[in-house]
């Protein structure tokens, strides 16, 4: 054509168009070659578990589940498995994101990719293969993250595998069809103008730099420890518009501690009621439940060996229940005394010593025995994220709704709601779990009869939890975030 100035633009172009997706590319790579890099390649392998010094190192891959290894002060933990001799710290940054060393002791359970920071040599039984702990599923997660392909990137593929042949069509007819039937003149015109589709309609950058995009995205947010499940997921990031978190775990820390205990029945001393607690309590994986077996021993209570515990059940968004000598025993929420009928019994002075401990923030608990109604209430209190009001602040800056769903009484998550900025009127209270998947089928409700938008999904909702009670509204939200 001659049109040395236009070629040379175009070249130029499409080099620094290639540069920067080498670059893109080139970080997404390291990044996640950095994730699996925290995968160690060799084991210290004892050989004799009568002579711990007798050590030979081989590949991970050698391990099975009960061997025996070493881990030094600065070697990574080859597999998942539990301490068997030695304390230390461990550097789980990898794993939780936690920058602070753990420490960890005889029977504590440790995961592979973690690193021994402290002075003091660990021997750790395994108890899963080196290709299935902790730090290899993070790896495989993020690997098939990358393949889980978007709307986005499906519709550009096939978009450009019409788009691409039809041009192309297109660009031959121009340059030669009129060559046939007008003659050289004309043909000259059109070829240039053939050329120039070629050169125009070109769909590189768009099928090129589509998935360039989301490989570089979610390498770089794996990098930094957080997991997106594909493109699919990092895309539906960008169309949220409210973010339901629960309470306990999440804008908290879910570490608890006794603030007061209240005895209701004078025929049950405070350390019946403590032995009461602590039997109910020490069956229980509930987060409050560790703070009150540690309370009780705080109070040199230790559970009777002589006591059996029954029918042990967990009744969801209430409390537990069980049968202790004989009698039905009962510990939860005011809801859970309202449907068995101790609440109405309860001295008024009571009633109103539990309302103002849910409104100064805490959560209230009651102990109930058959045949003698409520025998003592306590109050407990947990601890706000050190994050969470920057976080809440945060994304409320960026025109996000933020709803809190929690099964606690309403006075305590009205006081969380006030410490960390959320409107009252954003705030859901007393919520069983099924409750909870409600009020997200409600706002993806609302959303669909309102909101109209070119995309059929903007305005998606994020569920934030991380306990097993949350699991159904987790289940229905549009965008889940677990918090471990």
């Not at 007008?182 to 059109?190: K, L, T, V």
């Not at 997106?228 to 879910?254: N, P, Q």
């Not at 025929?267 to 607690?277: D, G, H, I």
């Not at 309302?355 to 306590?378: D, N, P, Q, R, Y």
Request: overall charge negative; aromatic content about 4%; charged content about 20%.
């Amino acid at each position: 054509m001659g049109e040395f100035e236009e070629a040379a633009s175009v070249s130029f172009l499409f080099a620094v168009s290639e540069f920067l997706e080498a670059r893109a590319a080139s970080q997404a790579k390291e990044a996640l070659d950095s994730i699996v890099n925290l995968r160690p390649d060799h084991a210290n392998l004892v050989t004799d578990p009568s002579n711990t010094n007798a050590i030979a190192i081989v590949p991970t891959s050698y391990l099975s589940l009960g061997s025996l290894v070493s881990v030094r002060m600065g070697d990574k933990v080859p597999a998942d498995g539990i301490i068997s001799v030695g304390q230390s710290y461990l550097d789980e940054s990898s794993l939780t994101g936690e920058a602070t060393p753990v420490q960890r002791c005889p029977g504590d359970l440790v995961h592979g990719g973690s690193i021994n920071v402290g002075s003091t040599r660990l021997l750790i039984h395994t108890t899963k293969m080196a290709d299935d702990s902790a730090i290899s599923r993070l790896i495989r997660i993020v690997e098939e993250a990358q393949v889980n392909r978007s709307r986005t990137e499906t519709m550009v593929d096939s978009f450009a595998r019409v788009y691409t042949p039809i041009v192309f069509t297109l660009a031959l007819c121009m340059c030669t069809i009129p060559w046939i039937f007008f003659g050289s003149e004309m043909g000259r015109r059109w070829t240039m103008n053939g050329l120039i589709i070629l050169v125009i309609a070109c769909p590189c950058a768009l099928t090129i730099s589509t998935p360039v995009t989301y490989a570089a995205g979610l390498a770089a947010a794996a990098n930094h420890g957080i997991i997106v499940k594909g493109g699919c997921h990092l895309e539906s990031l960008g169309k949220v518009r409210t973010i339901v978190m629960d309470k306990t775990g999440t804008i908290t820390e879910g570490k608890f501690r006794l603030v007061d205990l209240i005895i209701t029945n004078d025929k049950v001393p405070r350390r019946q009621a403590m032995e009461l607690l602590a039997l109910m309590e020490s069956h229980s994986a509930h987060p409050l439940s560790a703070t009150l077996v540690n309370a009780a021993q705080k109070e040199g209570i230790t559970l009777p060996k002589d006591a059996v515990v029954e029918d042990h059940t967990t009744l969801p968004g209430e409390g537990l229940s069980a049968v202790i000598d004989q009698k039905s025993v009962y510990i939860g929420n005011v809801r859970l005394f309202r449907r068995i009928g101790f609440y109405e019994n309860l001295e008024e002075i009571h009633k109103k010593s539990s309302v103002e401990w849910s409104k100064s923030g805490c959560t209230v608990g009651f102990l109930g025995v058959e045949g003698l109604g409520i025998v003592a209430m306590f109050c407990v209190s947990d601890i706000l994220r050190d994050e969470a009001v920057d976080v809440i602040a945060s994304l409320q800056t960026m025109a996000l709704d933020v709803i809190m769903i929690t099964g606690d009484s309403e006075g305590t998550a009205r006081a969380v709601a006030n410490e960390v900025g959320i409107d009252v009127d954003h705030v859901h209270s007393q919520c069983l779990p099924v409750d909870k998947m409600h009020h997200i089928q409600r706002l993806q409700g609302s959303r669909s009869r309102h909101e109209i938008s070119i995309c059929d999904n903007q305005g998606l909702v994020v569920m934030v939890g991380d306990g097993v009670n949350d699991a159904p509204a987790l289940r229905t939200a549009d965008v889940v975030s677990n918090i471990f």
